[in-house]
Structure formats: structure tokens, C-alpha cells
């Protein structure tokens, strides 16, 4: 089979490693890949923007591509699948509709509500001055949320009423995001433990994946800006066997039938961030695709043909399939760009990174290949992931990798994996 890979972050180096591996696959294409991707045996990169949707269904026609894996919310909100689907090709990710589940926070926290699905309690504001209003009475902490897509910068956690009202000003007002923050959600602050929970849907039947756990902010210690991710790793002792029933149970499955509801068949990961705490599980956000860098931990520990799966959830053939996980531990530390995720400087070639073994696995995020140098080409630009029989061995062995890797500038957190310890 030729596949085409639609992205170029670690989550999409970890998928085109794990695609290539199976017996079923001929060829990966990765539109636009990076210097990791480029360099995995099968794997060719194709120089295509992941938005450049007409372009994209161009090359999976002209190339005779089997089967379009997309890894980025935007072009799943963009309507991709859509228009592969109406062209006859088979692809797996959500339509433009069920995209809607990232691409806006109050059709999201609709479904939930409709669905009966725990979650914060929540208001929607299209007016600056009403949402003032609701701000200087609420109580504090209070999160503010862009309703469109922004990157991952679109949340605002506030710990005091003047950072709240800052923050209306900023997304409402000046419009730091553009049209994201036209609309806005305000929702009670929920205290617990973040985990993160994927399933594999083919538009009827759902497969779990394992369980994970993503470092958001930027330093250790869960101090500093959010970031798209610093590290994560699988599976996380937070979601215990029963707790893997009660989130299908009482959220996945609700939600899937909410979207049914509404005429909605997901076909695609879906992603749905949690907040735990002793009492109870609700949700934070919802994704229509793979997590990154949750993907890197999470495809290291699967031992199933993973382009087997994806073929049948994109054929809707998913009934009964099983997936076999690595009794280990994998744990992903991303090596980011200083700066990041505001301004950071790129270009810096990067030494180390030829030491892999069976237990070590280098993605790339943002690197670049030239001459025969790679060079940081990101924010976040390496994720080193390695299996360990327990989280502390693969700990040890993943920073130690890490510390024969370098280039101008770059920096990680040291802590990756020991919140519960
Ligand atoms: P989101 O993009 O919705 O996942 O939000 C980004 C991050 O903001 C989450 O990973 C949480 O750390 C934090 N966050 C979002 N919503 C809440 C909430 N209601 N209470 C506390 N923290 C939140
Ligand atoms: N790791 C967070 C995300 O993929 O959104």
C-alpha cells in the first residue's frame, strides 16, 4: 500500500516510523515531513503545505495513494476529509463537521452538556462588555477560552480578577487571535490531575488506545507557559483498568452518541484531555486527531500492525479488532528551541542524535536537512522516547540520550515522568 502522511511534527515522525514498519505498507509519503521523517526507510517527503488541501488531493490522486493519514487539526478543519472522501479516496480523520470538536470550544462544550458528559460549568460571550460584567463577579481562579482554533494559545487559566480582565481585553478586544476570539467561553476552574485518552473510531465501532500523560507547561515543576506539550509518557498509573471502563462508559461512548445524535458518524483519533481528581473524571478539552507528543510514547509501546488498524478504521472494520501494547513504560522528552514557545531562533545544527537502539527512538519535530548537517528548524525540535521496564528505567535511559544531544540554544525539562513520584 502507498500512504500519505499529512504533517510534519514528531507526532507525524512517530506515525510514518510505525506505518513503515508493517508488512501491508509499500511506501509512506509526508506531506511536508521533516529531516526525521525523510530519513525512515519507505518514507519520502513531499513538499506541501498541510492546509494546501486541493494541493494535497492533487499528489494523493497523481500517486495512487491507498490510504491519507492526517495528523494536524487544521486541515481535518478545513474540510480535507470532506473533499478526499468526494473523490473516492480513503482517508482516516473526522470530517469538517466532527472536526468541530477542536475547531470550536462551544460546539465542543455543547456536545458534552447535550451528552450529559461531566465537565466545568461554563458561559458563552460574544459580547466584550457582558463578559466584563460576568468577570468582576465570578469566582477566581477563572478560564477563559478562545472559541476557534489558536495554536494551543488560545486558553487563559486566571489566577486573579485582573488577569482576567486582561485577558478578555487581549483575545476580545485587541484580538490577539484574530477571529478565534470573536467568541468566547468562560468556564470554572477545575482543580486535579490532567491525562490525556485516545480512541480510534471508524465512524461506528471505537478501539481505546493506551493511556498517557503530557507536561503542558514550559520548566519543571508544571511552572511557566503552556506549551503544545514538553514530554508525556504511557501508560500513566493515574488510569487504572477500571478507570479506563468508566471513561468509555461515561464519556467516550456518550459523546460519540451526542455526535451521532446530531448526524455525526467520528471516524478518526479522538482526543479527549481529562482533569482526574479523587472524585471524579471530567473534560478539559476534546482534540480531533493524535496527540503530540503523546503519539511518540503511545506507538513505542504498540506491538499491533498499526497501517492494519488505520485501514480498517478508515473502512469502518474496526468490530472486534484488538490492540497488543509492550508491557513497558515509554517516556517522550521534547528538546525545544530557547525562546519557545514565544520567539526562538532556528538554524542551529544539531550533534548527537545518531545513538538509537531498540530501546531509544529519536523523533524529529522541527529539524531540517541540509547538506549533510540537521538543523533545529522549530520550536519544539526533537522528542527522545525510550522504553523502560518501569517509568524511572526509561527515565534514565531517555536522559541519557538527551545528554549527548546539543545545539545552540536548546533546552528541556528535567522532570518528565516523576509527578507521581
Ligand atoms: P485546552 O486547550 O482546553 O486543553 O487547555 C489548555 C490547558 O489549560 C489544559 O491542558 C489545562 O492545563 C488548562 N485548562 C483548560 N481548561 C481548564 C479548566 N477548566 N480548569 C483548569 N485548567 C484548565
Ligand atoms: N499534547 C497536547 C496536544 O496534542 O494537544
Redesign the pocket.
Known amino acids: 500500500m502507498k500512504v500519505l502522511v499529512i504533517g510534519s511534527g514528531g507526532r507525524e515522525h512517530a506515525l510514518v516510523w510505525k506505518l513503515a514498519q508493517s508488512d501491508l505498507c509499500e511506501k509512506v509519503y509526508v506531506a511536508p515531513g521533516n529531516a526525521g521523517t525523510a530519513d525512515e526507510p519507505k518514507a519520502e517527503n513531499v513538499e506541501l503545505d498541510v492546509e494546501d488541501i486541493d494541493g494535497l488531493l492533487d499528489f494523493a490522486k497523481n500517486n495512487d495513494i491507498d490510504l491519507t493519514i492526517v495528523g494536524p487539526e487544521a486541515p481535518l478543519v478545513l474540510g480535507l476529509v470532506d473533499l478526499f472522501e468526494k473523490n473516492n479516496l480513503l482517508c482516516l480523520g473526522p470530517k469538517r463537521l466532527a472536526a468541530q470538536m477542536e475547531g470550536s470550544?462551544i460546539f465542543m462544550k455543547d456536545v458534552l452538556k447535550k451528552g450529559n458528559i461531566p465537565t466545568?460549568t461554563y458561559e458563552v460571550f460574544s459580547d466584550a462588555e457582558r463578559a466584563r460584567e460576568f468577570l468582576k463577579k465570578c469566582d477566581i481562579?477563572i478560564?477563559l477560552?478562545a472559541n476557534g482554533l489558536a495554536g494551543?494559545k488560545?486558553?487563559i487559566?486566571a489566577f486573579s480578577r485582573e488577569e482576567a480582565l486582561e485577558g478578555l481585553n487581549s483575545l476580545m478586544v485587541e484580538q490577539k487571535l484574530g477571529s478565534a476570539g470573536d467568541n468566547l467561553v468562560i468556564?470554572?476552574?477545575?482543580?486535579g490531575e490532567?491525562a490525556s485518552f485516545i480512541v480510534l473510531c471508524d465512524g461506528e465501532n471505537v478501539l481505546p488506545l493506551a493511556s498517557s500523560q503530557?507536561h503542558?507547561?514550559r520548566d519543571d515543576n508544571d511552572m511557566g507557559p503552556?506549551t503544545g506539550g514538553m514530554g508525556a509518557y504511557s501508560p500513566t498509573p493515574l488510569i487504572t483498568e477500571e478507570l479506563n471502563e468508566e471513561i468509555m462508559r461515561e464519556i467516550i461512548l456518550p459523546t460519540l452518541d451526542e455526535l451521532k445524535r446530531r448526524g455525526i458518524d467520528y471516524k478518526g483519533f479522538l482526543y479527549a484531555?481529562l482533569?482526574i481528581n479523587e472524585q471524579k473524571i471530567k473534560v478539559?478539552?476534546y482534540?480531533c486527531r493524535f496527540g503530540d507528543p503523546e503519539t511518540q510514547p503511545i506507538l513505542m509501546r504498540m506491538k499491533s500492525d498499526f497501517l492494519d488498524l488505520c485501514l480498517k478504521a478508515a473502512e469502518q472494520e474496526l468490530k472486534g479488532e484488538q490492540i497488543e501494547w509492550d508491557d513497558r513504560f515509554a517516556l517522550g522528552v521534547v528538546m525545544a528551541s530557547k525562546g519557545y514557545p514565544e520567539k526562538y531562533e532556528i538554524g542551529f545544527p544539531i550533534s548527537g542524535i545518531n545513538e538509537e537502539n531498540e530501546a531509544i527512538k529519536i523523533f524529529h519535530c522541527g529539524t531540517k536537512k541540509e547538506a549533510d548537517k540537521i538543523l533545529s528548524n522549530g520550536g519544539r525540535v526533537l522528542c527522545v522516547t525510550g522504553l523502560g521496564s518501569d517509568l524511572n528505567s526509561a527515565f534514565e535511559k531517555v536522559y541519557e540520550a538527551i545528554s549527548k544531544i546539543s545545539w545552540n540554544g536548546a533546552f528541556y525539562r528535567k522532570d518528565i515522568g516523576k509527578r507521581n513520584q
Open positions: 470550544k466545568a481562579p478560564v477560552k494551543g488560545g486558553v487559566v468556564e470554572e476552574f477545575l482543580k490532567e503530557d503542558k507547561q503552556n484531555g482533569m478539559l478539552e482534540n
